[in-house]
């Protein structure tokens, strides 16, 4: 009996220094800019708006310094809830995860007005729907509400917003914002005139910068989501810390360069403008930005549109499911009635949680103007940062000994404690613009101690020590067995595990290999990675019969692995491990047309770094007659490798197939003996059989009729041609009735750069 | 161009800077702490069991 470990879950973490740092900036261009700009220039001028995002995001960046030491500290922490709960306790930890669910839904509320601000400006400038707004009293919160209930209804289903997709969404919104800049800086090098805008650079008196700089605090919001990706983040302690402050970095580049080509877009004494330029863009309030920008370049409004329909929705969709995912930590934790953590059977995600988030969103979008709504949203994150910044010089004080930190905060207190002061004036300042967030801000903190001392202190789950469980095991030395040929087996429906065994036998008996069985889970966004093992059973079942199938045959290791996107998950394992063969099965069909054998298969068949095996229909029957066709390339000797292990060791036998259709010749005669140690049947038994046809498809399937099982390479075919035309072994895989085993053998640097031309 | 203006332009010009500066210095900071993290003298010193 081999010597066999307990079964370990582990959490996929597929998310690189760029995808972290685009999800911070695509979170923090979502509406502060949009709205932010116009009101700021009403209210500062000219230069007061450029002092405005420069210097918020110094106070900013600040903040995000206290962020990523207490992430790198603790990566699995997951934000200001949990740094909260290490540095005060329960009570702070509650007022944290409160504030930080009201701010988020705020903050949500104003994408949506952002949304439809600029989306019926845009309308009612085309004239498509003259009148239209006036007819329909109410109709911008009307959309807003729309657009929020849609986006509640995507995170009710679970879509995914995080990965490559929102990656290149936020570059795309960022590099759109920084050719605006760039634009305005091109048009005063054309006409230095421009620059008289700026004149005077601050009109009314610069007592007026911290009230801009108040609301305008909301753009400034969205790197701590940063924080909560831990779990999933390759190497956290350095790549969270990185992303937050890149991500700031970047975003008040963009903000500065953006409202200086706000306050040039506009030529002095231009049809429809009056009086002074910053005074005219001001009049606009939150629509001031894109009244500007229509000036400065062709086709602007429609791409400010687009930009602000990609900016707002991404960060509604983000700002939805991070609020989600605070009231949901805290119905887990007993701190609010539980049904807030009550997960939906089918979807799998938190509904009561999304739609009590929801309704905050709805609420404040129907009741708040937009500079209300922005406001109590930079008021409610203004205390969020304050309270975190507190934690950061908490927990250096208390527990600096404890913790292994990735990122110091230099010449500490001194950039927190600034911040708090900014952060303090700030909040005091946003009077002069709005009595609304002074009001339902502080009266929301002042509600959640009231609920916490009437509920939360009672009910409140009792946990463990943190600093403990939140330390990441790593595999020691002494725990690494040597293994000369690792064998990575890939389920993600237990139904198909069983199917696997046999052939899976072959393959590491012939190869002397070590296994790794690794179940993938795929887990909402709504739910965090390491809650997903309290919410995902039916991961277990099928593994474990698979495990006893195999165990008493072979070394091997069993893993449950809990991730965001399958394909993602299979392939951080299979680095993780250092597989050499990664084995799956494929059910035959795909329901997405973008992708020829699906979603899954797809990636790991383009990106996995091992050899590939996929099995179709191969359920456990014996092989007598294999067929290989092949064509002379890597994939096509690694197919005869794993046919001739398939094969039966007393009857099979592998007949290598070459179909001529005049084009091609290559000689498989000479490819046999060259791979003869890597062939595991006696040449008898191997055959090579010649046929002459001009349709090698047709040629292949015909022959496939007197066989058990096909065994094929891989498609040769470069990306480019592999995109205009289906490939070869993929028109076999869905037309042949036979069993199919599609192989892939691991590519080098130069397959691979040449695969790309 | 007036006072304000001066000034207002050099704070931003400040404030980018102390930005840019900020965030190399993190960078640098972050890849050179090594891969095992930043240990505290005091946790080293514990840990090492030295008097």
């Given amino acids: 009996m081999s010597d066999q470990k307990t079964l370990t879950t582990e959490l996929a973490r597929d998310l690189s220094l760029f995808h972290i740092t685009m999800m911070g900036i695509g979170m923090m261009i979502g509406a502060g800019v949009f709205l932010g700009i116009g009101n700021a220039i009403h209210h500062s001028g000219p230069g007061g708006v450029i002092l405005t995002f420069a210097l918020n995001g110094v106070i900013a960046v600040f903040t995000a310094m206290s962020y990523a030491e207490l992430s790198s500290a603790i990566p699995r922490a997951g934000g200001a809830y949990n740094f909260a709960r290490i540095g005060f306790g329960r009570q702070v930890s509650f007022i944290s995860g409160w504030i930080e669910w009201f701010a988020s839904s705020i903050a949500g509320s104003a994408y949506a007005i952002t949304f439809s601000l600029y989306v019926w400006r845009f309308i009612q400038g085309t004239g498509i729907m003259e009148g239209f707004s006036s007819y329909v009293p109410g109709i911008e919160k009307i959309t807003a509400v729309l657009i929020t209930l849609l986006f509640v209804y995507i995170n009710f289903k679970g879509a995914s917003e995080a990965g490559k997709v929102g990656a290149f969404f936020a570059f795309g919104q960022t590099l759109f914002l920084i050719i605006i800049g760039i634009v305005g800086i091109g048009a005063v090098l054309n006409d230095p005139s421009r620059l008289q805008n700026f004149t005077p650079f601050m009109p009314k008196g610069w007592g007026k910068l911290f009230v801009t700089m108040g609301f305008t605090y909301v753009a400034f919001e969205g790197f701590e989501v940063i924080a909560q990706a831990g779990d999933e983040t390759v190497d956290p302690k350095k790549n969270l810390p990185k992303a937050m402050i890149y991500s700031v970095f970047i975003v008040t580049v963009t903000y500065v360069l953006v409202a200086f080509a706000a306050v040039v877009a506009v030529k002095a004494g231009s049809p429809g403008v009056d009086g002074e330029v910053w005074k005219w863009i001001g009049s606009f309030g939150a629509k001031g930005f894109g009244e500007a920008v229509g000036r400065i370049m062709p086709f602007a409004n429609f791409l400010l549109t687009l930009a602000v329909v990609f900016a707002s929705t991404s960060a509604l969709n983000a700002t939805i499911f991070s609020a989600t995912r605070a009231s949901y930590a805290l119905g887990r934790d007993g701190m609010l009635p539980a049904f807030l953590a009550r997960i939906s059977p089918t979807s799998k995600t938190p509904v009561f949680a999304l739609l009590s988030t929801g309704g905050i969103c709805i609420v404040a979008a129907t009741s708040l103007n937009a500079i209300n709504i922005a406001s109590t949203a930079s008021i409610m994150f203004l205390f969020l940062f304050f309270l975190v910044n507190v934690c950061a010089i908490r927990i250096r004080r208390i527990m600096a000994d404890e913790l292994t930190y990735g990122f110091m905060t230099p010449l500490f207190p001194l950039f927190p404690v600034t911040a708090i002061i900014c952060q303090v004036i700030m909040i005091f300042h946003l009077h002069e613009v709005s009595y609304a967030a002074l009001i339902i801000g502080p009266s929301w903190v002042v509600l959640g101690i009231i609920v916490y001392h009437l509920y939360s202190k009672s009910h409140a789950k009792t946990t463990e020590e943190e600093v403990v469980i939140l330390e990441e095991e790593e595999e020691t030395e002494s725990d690494q067995v040597e293994r000369n040929y690792n064998v990575m087996v890939a389920v993600s429906n237990p139904e198909n595990t069983l199917g696997l065994v046999k052939n899976t036998y072959k393959i590491c008996e012939a190869k002397k290999a070590h296994l790794d069985l690794v179940h993938v889970v795929s887990v909402p966004s709504q739910i965090p990675l390491r809650d997903a093992e309290d919410h995902m059973l039916e991961g277990k079942e099928g593994i474990v019969e698979m495990m006893i199938s195999l165990a008493f045959h072979y070394p091997i290791d069993t893993s449950i692995r809990y991730c965001r996107n399958i394909a993602r998950g299979i392939l951080s394992a299979v680095k993780k491990k250092k597989a050499d063969l990664l084995i799956m099965g494929w059910r035959g069909k795909t329901t997405e047309s973008e992708f020829s054998l699906g979603s899954t298969i797809d990636p790991l068949i383009e990106r996995s770094p091992s050899n590939v095996v996929i099995f179709k229909d191969c359920h456990n029957q014996e092989f007598k007659n294999i067929l290989v066709p092949v064509s002379g390339g890597a994939h096509s000797r690694f197919a005869l490798e794993i046919a001739t292990i398939l094969a039966d060791k007393e009857e099979g036998r592998v007949v290598a197939l070459n179909v001529d259709t005049g084009k091609y010749h290559f000689n498989v005669e000479d490819m046999l003996q060259k791979n003869e140690d890597n062939l595991y049947l006696p040449p008898d038994r191997i055959s090579i059989k010649f046929v002459k046809s001009q349709d090698r498809l047709q040629a292949v399937l015909t022959e496939a009729e007197n066989y058990d099982l096909v065994v094929l390479g891989c498609t040769k075919k470069s990306m480019i041609q592999q995109f205009w035309h289906t490939s070869f072994p993929e028109m076999v895989a869905r037309k042949c009735s036979k069993p199919i085993a599609m192989v892939k053998s691991s590519p080098g640097i130069g397959s691979l750069l040449s695969r790309w031309i | ?51």
């Fill in chain 2, 1 to 51: 161009m007036d006072l304000h203006t001066v000034i207002g332009v050099l704070i931003v010009i400040v404030s980018l800077g102390l930005l840019t500066f900020l965030t190399l210095w993190a960078r640098k900071s972050i890849n050179t702490i090594g891969k095992n993290g930043y240990v505290s003298p005091r946790k080293r010193y514990k840990d090492n069991g030295d008097e």
